[in-house]
């Protein structure tokens, strides 16, 4: 796959995400969609969502409800540049006016897609694995809380372990969210930290999914500098971003878990 063609993949799977046209990524101005989590979408989306702003670099497409399309219509055509949507101070406007939908900005994050000019299994001084679903049963653990996911072990379909003695030191695993699109998650324990490991399983756990006619792909929060770090390390490049807020409800039950 060519690198047009894996950007063309993941903004038609985001248009059936949030139920617009891969087109509206394109577009140059603002493009509102009122619809719920298309029945295509990835597996982590779940409703109720207020509204989701998506951006390729090219402008917001924002997925609404009804009560919500005013209030983030205007938001998103107030705003000069399309990335200030996504900044604060600005983005203290949207939360905000969200309080009168008694609803909160939820999650925040940026998305890495694959560069194939840059993509390549690195080396690694451990040894390394290839892991399938079934290799994972006894790893639903805390410490592999990011390669792996307990509420959808169904969706776990590769791996890549790193051992040390025969002991499993680090782990790259991914999930099949989408038809199209598995995303990668990465584990190393704290004492084989910074010594590369990370970028080597993360990028030959990319090789071997694009191997098998999926695109890889890879999340963090924005704050998360050794995450991002390692996407960019690994052969990825930032590639899109979404903003979602949900009912305030959903939003104060998770700050307490």
Known sequence: ???????????????????????????????????????????????????????YGNNVVAMVKPESREIVSNYVSSRGNFHSCFE???????????????????????YFLPDVQRLKALPCKFETRILTSEDFQSLYTDKWHNALCEKRRELDVLGVGAYDKGELIALAGCSADCDSMWQIGID??????????ASALTSMLAVEILQRGKVPFYC??????????????SGFAPSWVEV?????????????E
């Open 220 to 233: 963090c929060a924005w704050s998360n500098i050794p995450s991002a770090r390692n996407a960019i390390r």
């Open 188 to 197: 190393v324990i704290p004492e084989y930290r910074r010594q590369g490991i």
């Open 88 to 110: 604060t101070p600005n983005m203290h406007i949207l939360s905000d006016s969200l309080k009168s939908l008694d609803a909160k900005i939820c999650f925040m994050a940026e």
């Open 244 to 256: 979602t807020a949900k009912p305030a409800e959903i939003v104060d039950s998770m700050n307490k």
């Open 1 to 55: 796959m060519t690198n047009q063609e894996i950007l063309n993949i993941a903004m038609q799977q985001s248009a059936l995400d949030i139920g617009c046209n891969l087109d509206d990524f394109l577009k140059a101005e603002p493009v509102i969609v009122e619809s719920t989590i298309g029945e295509q979408a990835r597996k982590y989306y779940s409703e109720p969502i207020v509204c989701n702003l998506v951006s």
